[in-house]
């Protein structure tokens, strides 16, 4: 009967992302800062994207009553991430372990934040569980690293002598990439602990695994 059924209490988590922040002028990047996107560039539909997807969310909240939550999640690593999906860790990782020369896009001094999965995971637990939090909060890890640092370090631990090459660094290609986590500090109680040197020896040693069972899979040639 429908005017006995129970209502059902929805809390609704969209997983926003970084590139809402496009290629700052703020660094490093609280949930304050608008962003630096280009509207019509290579990379926009992707920025663009999420951020009206932010702008639903806010909307459904304020007009609907909606329990949202909005998640800005910056880099995230760890294993059974996919061979070819693209993305800068496990494009250096097949790379080094296939012997193949690892490519960075630019000269290597652009920044990332790199934050292993299983902390990513328990932020999200936690903006889940939070009562009345419906303004976007940064989940990632605040030690940043150069893509030239990840490329050395990748290669010192597969280990691997594949040489390091350099193409065009792509349009619109965020220079620096860093969350200031101060919020998820301050209202969730979290904040990632471990070290991108642990975190690439469990990828590293999940992705061996998985090639010694004879996959064969090739990075995809684009920038994280």
Avoid at 40 to 54: L, T
Avoid at 161 to 169: F, G, K, N, Q
Avoid at 172 to 179: E, I, N, S, T, V
């Amino acid at each position: 009967m429908l005017g006995l059924a129970k209502r059902v209490h929805a809390r609704i988590l969209q997983a926003s992302t970084s590139e809402i922040y496009g290629d700052p002028a703020e660094h490093p990047q609280t949930e304050r800062y608008w962003g630096n996107v280009n509207p019509i560039g290579p990379r926009s539909c992707y920025d663009e994207g999420k951020r009206v997807a932010e702008t639903l969310m806010m909307d459904y909240h304020r007009q609907n009553q909606v329990d949202t939550r909005i998640a800005r999640i910056f880099n995230t690593y760890g294993p059974r991430m996919q061979e070819n999906d693209g993305r800068v860790v496990s494009n250096f990782i097949v790379q080094s372990l296939r012997g193949h020369a690892i490519t960075i896009y630019g000269d290597g001094q652009q920044t990332r934040s790199f934050c292993y999965v299983r902390e990513l995971i328990d932020g999200l637990i936690r903006l889940m569980a939070a009562a009345e939090l419906y303004e976007p909060v940064n989940l990632g890890n605040p030690s940043e690293f150069t893509i030239k640092e990840l490329a050395l370090e990748v290669k010192r631990l597969c280990p691997s002598a594949a040489e390091i090459i350099y193409e065009p660094l792509p349009a619109d290609d965020p220079r620096q990439r860093k969350p200031d986590i101060s919020r998820a500090r301050a209202l969730l109680n979290w904040e990632p602990k471990v070290s991108l040197h642990e975190g690439l020896q469990l990828t590293i040693a999940d992705f061996a695994a998985r090639f010694s069972g004879g996959s064969q899979a090739s990075p995809a040639r684009r920038p994280a």
